[in-house]
């Protein structure tokens, strides 16, 4: 089974959005799992570890840095995988 995850990151009070989301979208890339970038959101899919490890990981990584943000996740059911 694979867990599908679309995330949002909206870096707030800052000049430089893009960058900031940017570098989010390489350090997601990094992982083991499906990406698929849009214009508002990224959808990742993998197993159901590694996502949730990844959503922590985004959480912490940006809240180390200082950043202010929001961090929209919505989680669809899982789907079966062969």
Do not use: W
């Not at 159901?48 to 940006?62: A, C, H, N, P, S």
């Not at 200082?66 to 059911?77: A, G, I, N, T, Y």
């Amino acid at each position: 089974m694979k867990t599908i995850a679309q995330i949002t990151y909206i870096p707030l009070y800052t000049d430089h959005p893009k960058e900031i989301v940017q570098d989010l979208i390489e350090f997601v890339a990094q992982h083991d799992v499906e990406v698929d970038v849009n214009y508002l959101s990224t959808s990742v899919k993998g197993e159901t570890d590694v996502v949730f490890d990844l959503i922590r990981e985004i959480y912490e990584e940006m809240t180390l840095e200082d950043e202010k943000f929001r961090l929209h996740v919505e989680l669809l059911s899982p789907v079966d995988e062969e």
